[in-house]
């Protein structure tokens, strides 16, 4: 049963992106426009945020309500559901850019077919499944049921979008989930192939100015790699000396320190920084 709810993910965020032509007869006013956006911005925030560096990598802690309602934004966005999504993540750390990582870019000799395989062609394959799901997200009643739902969130969005402003809003809720699925991919296939690489992680990972833009600081790969558990990723190393990078999840996990919903975060010394050094 779990493969199959799982398997739903693909096949609706293929309907996503055949929705986005709706674009086309209804055109893209500026409040749907805005609607877009503000989508994007709040989904991506939830998935970075949330999934990415509490949930999978524990770079601070907060209460579960911040778990779980940063969880159903996130998966509103067609990430799938949290336990999938940590499995996975987990995966590429522990098998980077070999083989046995789902997604990978560089296990082709033709780069364009290893793009396509780390952008969108992995999710059609068998390793689209997990081994193994993890062991605290599913102990949590609230995360696994989600993690099985996950469609409910996406559908529950599309429908409010129409119910807000009918077609067009569809169409940019379509367009909004389509483009934020790209930008997320790309850490995984455009982080692996293009950027500089300041710290010595032993693979192909590279901070990406340009991914980290349209990923609110998730770019920082490089540095991710080699700090996993840092809960800000902005870092680089310039002239033998450690520069911080724009890098707005992290802010935003600030505010929420701020509002007593975040504590303990996770952050390398200077030092730690310096001898990873390329």
């Not at 409910?152 to 129409?162: E, F, G, K, Q």
């Not at 998730?218 to 190393?237: D, I, K, P």
């Amino acid at each position: 049963m779990r493969r199959l709810l799982h398997g739903l993910g693909p096949k609706l965020m293929i309907l996503i992106h055949l929705g986005c032509a709706v674009l086309l007869w209804t055109g893209l006013g500026v409040g749907a426009a805005l609607w877009a956006v503000a989508l994007y911005l709040l989904r991506m925030l939830g998935t970075t945020a949330i999934y990415h560096r509490l949930l999978t990598h524990g770079s601070y802690r907060a209460p579960r309500m911040v778990w779980w309602i940063g969880s159903l934004v996130a998966c509103s966005s067609g990430q799938m559901g949290p336990s999938w999504w940590k499995a996975h993540h987990l995966q590429h750390h522990r098998h980077v850019d070999t083989a046995a990582d789902p997604h990978t870019p560089l296990q082709s000799a033709n780069g364009w077919r290893g793009f396509w395989h780390s952008q969108v062609g992995w999710l059609l394959t068998p390793e689209f499944h997990p081994a193994e799901l993890p062991a605290d997200i599913e102990a949590d009643p609230v995360l696994r049921t989600m993690d099985r739902l996950h469609v409910v969130p996406v559908l529950a969005l599309a429908a409010l979008s129409w119910q807000l402003g009918g077609l067009e809003w569809l169409g940019a809720f379509c367009l909004s989930t389509v483009v934020l699925y790209h930008a997320v991919a790309s850490v995984n296939s455009l982080a692996h192939l293009f950027g500089d690489q300041p710290f010595n992680t032993g693979d192909d990972s590279r901070n990406n100015g340009f991914v980290a833009l349209i990923t609110l600081g998730e770019g920082w790969h490089n540095l991710h790699h080699g700090f996993q558990a840092s809960v800000r990723q902005g870092f680089t190393l310039r002239h033998g000396k450690v520069r911080r990078l724009p890098d707005p999840t992290y802010s935003f996990v600030r505010l929420l320190q701020k509002l007593g919903w975040a504590s303990q975060l996770r952050l390398p010394s200077d030092h730690a920084l310096l001898a990873r050094a390329r």
